[in-house]
């Protein structure tokens, strides 16, 4: 068996031991969160001599813990296996959205398994930590029913950095592979490119849609199909409802709203599928409205959705450098320089985009995803937006070639796509 060690999670939990909040673990279905919780972070509670009685794992999407789906039932089984007031006590609770019913989901009424993770903080020798995949119901909804009481650990597909853990070959075979398939841990256990495909495509349709269509009670599934085709052929170009709208009504000649496009995109962001990145005025400081872009949180579920037809190196390595930087908790945007000047004795105005501007705390990075830069006149179209930007903050243009980090007269870094993904500090470089 291959093992993974996915240290930053786990250290993300060990870190947050005893904090008196509700531990939740996000995430996309199969990207190893009920690993990450019952066996590395358990290992780490018997390491510290925690016994098997007061580490209490229920894994709700398991048939054999179906009664417990019941939140009253489930609560008296907890109350009734922590049987002492003083000894600590350590509950992990998998897929907890298991314990919602649709009727709590949809909002009809108020989610009764918030009274339950309620009532164990009230014991103050439990610690409790839980897992599910829908962002809505956890990452919104928990936080906002516990008032500061809820802290989030999101878990995403495996890093470039963790599946060269386990690959066998050297880092330009690992990308090739990485590229294509992606990073949803089982994969790496399966010897053929057959077995992978066939597997990331029934991941994507027989779990993440199906999941979609159940949770939200869609009548039918066509347009939620036709919306993920348009979204992951267009990974990397700024859109909006109105222009995949356009898309819909020209190719597809279907009748869809742009109100249902709205809904299906959040839907889809729910679930953990994509990711939004807004657009930044870097220089007036302030968000602009729509077009975004949208990222897909796992590259090869992206790519078997499309059939694995559309592997373009270009906007994939854009898609694993925004996956990496979320990763490294950095809040992600689409950076706009406005540039102006004359040109044959007229002003002109244009704007140059930066790939992304990553924040986190007072830190700030400048990035482009360039891939190649075969000439001169490549080198000075990617750096001219970062030229632009007038502040003191480190630039940086990615290449996917092995190359040694050089600074120009400007103090642009460039390095090499393999070092910023297997160096977890190659940003502070």
Request: proline fraction near 3%; charge should be negative.
């Amino acid at each position: 068996m291959l093992l993974i060690t996915r240290d930053k999670y786990l250290n993300d939990l060990i870190a947050r031991m005893g904090n008196g909040m509700v531990k939740v673990i996000t995430g996309p279905r199969r990207c190893g969160k009920t690993f990450l919780l019952f066996d590395l972070f358990e290992a780490h509670l018997r390491a510290q001599g925690v016994d098997n009685d007061h580490i209490i794992e229920i894994a709700l999407d398991d048939m054999s813990y179906a009664e417990y789906r019941n939140p009253v039932q489930l609560f008296e089984y907890l109350k009734s296996r922590i049987t002492s007031r003083t000894e600590q006590y350590y509950v992990l609770l998998d897929e907890v959205q298991y314990a919602i019913s649709d009727e709590e989901l949809r909002g009809e009424e108020p989610p009764r398994l918030y009274e339950v993770l309620n009532g164990l903080l009230h014991m103050r020798n439990v610690d409790v930590y839980v897992t599910g995949s829908n962002s809505k119901m956890l990452s919104t909804d928990v936080m906002t029913q516990f008032r500061g009481r809820g802290d989030e650990v999101r878990v995403r597909p495996l890093s470039f950095a963790e599946f060269m853990q386990v690959y066998d070959g050297d880092v330009q075979h690992g990308w090739a592979e990485y590229v294509v398939f992606g990073g949803m841990p089982l994969t790496l256990s399966m010897h053929t490119d057959e077995q992978k495909s066939r597997y990331l495509e029934n991941l994507f349709t027989e779990t993440y849609l199906k999941d979609i269509v159940a949770r939200n009670k869609l009548r039918k599934s066509q347009e939620l199909d036709d919306l993920t085709n348009v979204l992951a052929s267009s990974i990397g170009a700024l859109t909006n409802p109105n222009r995949i709208k356009a898309t819909f009504d020209s190719v597809l000649h279907s009748k869809i709203s742009t109100r249902t496009i709205v809904q299906y995109i959040d839907y889809l962001e729910d679930a953990f599928v994509i990711e939004e990145a807004r657009r930044y005025d870097v220089k007036g400081r302030k968000y602009i409205g729509s077009p975004k872009k949208y990222y897909f949180e796992d590259i090869g579920l992206r790519n078997a959705r499309l059939g694995f037809r559309q592997v373009e190196q270009t906007h994939i390595m854009e898609n694993i450098v925004y996956n990496e930087l979320r990763m490294r908790g950095y809040n992600v945007d689409v950076g706009i320089v406005e540039q102006r000047g004359t040109r044959n004795g007229e002003s002109y105005r244009k704007y140059l985009e930066v790939d992304f501007v990553a924040n986190l705390g007072s830190q700030r990075y400048y990035i482009q995803s360039a891939y190649q830069l075969p000439t001169e006149e490549k080198i000075a179209q990617e750096k001219a937006s970062l030229l632009g930007v007038d502040d003191s903050f480190k630039k940086i243009v990615l290449v996917r070639d092995v190359v040694k980090p050089t600074r120009d007269d400007h103090g642009i870094l460039t390095m090499s796509v393999y070092d910023f993904l297997l160096n977890p500090n190659s940003l502070e470089a």
